[in-house]
């Protein structure tokens, strides 16, 4: 048996981290990572953090200084809210990159799910500086063990068990034997034979037992796994949108997911954003109205037929953000008009042969022109996704205003629906979660002037097609521009 053993352990640990991949993330859809620029006292920052494929698990952070006056990086993980928020253990330094000396690289525990922050002090010519970014710790599925690798380990297990069953029988039948004797006398034989069924039968024992211990440890992992909850959508025969959000089964998490702890997030409870599936050729971004704990309304805009992908954006009062999904056809309705905050975007399929540009015309002449879309970016490299506002004269436009408080919002969804994020200015997480984390309010943009220039830092989760819509307002009017993207893997040489 303990020649077995190594070997086993190896496996079963090969096939614990397979087991584990992960394919969904909470905030956004499909994109767990976290991308985000801000100040830390006097020193820009801009930070990226990878997130475990599982929890318990190591999270990388990575601050790029944006400036040259910086020193030394700490980090450190908490709780954003609670007990847990008050008791931070001692900071970690950030080692600087041996080949990039403004890169500051660390790597944290995250040890339950939940929303977490990451507390960054940054120490230099100016003094220390504090930045906090939220995280989102809710690693999804995991995956089923591929073909290939699964026969791969079945085979070397039945080598091993006919081997083990080899050896114990030859250890009877020769082992006391002188190496001159011949043949190996009958009784010999015999017990040497029993000997091998013995073993072959404690050997399917053992894995048997195996196989139960595993089953159980899977179901219990799958049990504390994050899904993307399905919010649950009907239209009623007033052309009202009725929205149920589902609780996730959250008794092993730091904290409970619950309902009836909604915080606004730039001013609304919930963005709905409706997005014609597969086209994506219209985009309707909304905020219900909040009825009970979890149950939201809709009055419907005139509305496009057609099937749709619903994207319901929420943060919870701890800081963890969800964006809970449903699909829906929808009638022709011709009644409704946009309130408020809301907005409607159109743009060409995204199935059309007509290559869509890095330009998109605005209703007064003006344009939105996305200035890096040619540059080549590889899924899950840091990139800033950067647009200039004109107006109908080509000159950057000054009468941008701030759209829910921010100077832009950008909602990007990959071509087969698997990806949705919304990000904004300073990166991926949900204003609310920066403002929990950071103890701060909501930044207030009105009567600043918002440059026509705005960019949104992000990382691409995976190659594939995209659609971005990116929205601004300029003197009371929402604008979208529309463009495509496509991401591809860079290959390696
Ligand atoms: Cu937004």
Redesign the pocket.
């Known amino acids: 048996m303990v020649a077995e053993r190594a070997p086993v352990k190896a496996a079963s640990k090969i096939l614990l981290v397979l087991l584990s991949l992960v394919t969904t993330g909470a905030a956004h859809v499909g994109s767990p990572d976290v991308y985000y620029e801000d100040h830390a006292g006097p020193y820009p920052l801009s930070v990226v953090v990878r997130m475990p494929l599982v929890v318990p698990g190591v999270a990388v952070i990575e601050v790029r200084s944006l400036s040259d006056n910086l020193k030394s990086i700490q980090v450190v993980p908490t709780r954003i809210q609670g007990e847990g928020s008050k008791f931070a253990p001692v900071p970690d330094v950030a080692e600087r990159a041996s080949d990039d000396p403004k890169l500051f690289r660390a790597h944290l525990w995250i040890m339950m799910r939940g929303a977490w922050k990451v507390q960054i002090t940054a120490d230099g010519e100016k003094g220390k500086g504090e930045l906090s970014v939220p995280l989102a710790a809710a690693p999804g599925n995991s995956l089923a063990l591929q073909g290939p690798l699964k026969w791969l380990l079945t085979g070397l297990m039945a080598v091993l068990v006919i081997g083990l069953v080899g050896i114990a029988g030859a250890a009877v039948r020769e082992g006391m034997s002188d190496p001159a004797t011949a043949p190996v006398p009958s009784s010999k034989r015999r017990s040497a034979r029993r000997v091998m069924i013995c073993t072959a039968l404690l050997v399917i024992a053992v894995l048997a037992a195996g196989k139960f211990w595993w089953n159980w440890e899977a179901a219990s992992t799958a049990q504390a796994a994050y899904t993307v909850p399905r919010v649950v959508t009907s239209l009623s025969a007033s052309n009202t949108l009725l929205l149920r959000l589902q609780r996730t089964d959250s008794g092993r998490w730091a904290e409970r997911i619950q309902l009836d702890d909604l915080i606004p ?2 001013g609304h409870l919930m ?1 709905l954003f409706l997005i014609r599936f597969p086209d994506m050729d219209r985009m309707y971004h909304l905020h219900p109205h909040q009825d009970s704990a979890g149950q939201f309304s809709q009055n419907m805009p005139a509305l496009e037929p057609g099937r749709y992908k619903v994207f319901a954006d929420v943060v919870h009062a701890t800081g963890f953000p969800e964006t809970q999904t449903a699909e829906i056809t929808l009638p022709e309705t011709h009644e409704g008009t946009l309130q408020g905050d809301d907005s409607f975007a159109t743009g060409i399929s995204l199935l059309s042969k007509i290559q869509n540009t890095n330009v998109t015309y605005l209703e007064d002449g003006g344009r939105i022109i996305w200035l890096d879309s040619n540059v080549f970016v590889p899924p899950r490299e840091p990139v800033k996704l950067h647009f200039r506002v004109e107006d109908a004269s080509g000159k950057p436009a000054t009468d941008l205003e701030p759209y ?1 408080g ?1 100077a832009g ?3 990007l969804i990959s071509s087969d629906g698997t990806v949705f994020a ?3 200015p300073n990166g991926s997480p949900p ?1 609310a979660a920066v403002q929990l984390a950071n103890g701060t309010g909501m930044a207030d943009h009105a009567g600043h002037n918002i440059p026509s220039e705005i960019s949104f830092p992000y990382g691409f989760p995976k190659a594939g097609l995209y659609r971005i819509f990116v ?1 601004f307002k300029r003197a009371g009017r929402i604008e979208t521009g529309v463009f495509n993207v496509s991401i591809v893997q860079a290959i390696d040489n």
Do not use: C, E, G, Y
Request: charged share 10%; aromatic share 0%.
């Open positions: 997030d730039h963005h829910m921010m919002h950008l909602i919304h990000l904004h204003m929205q």
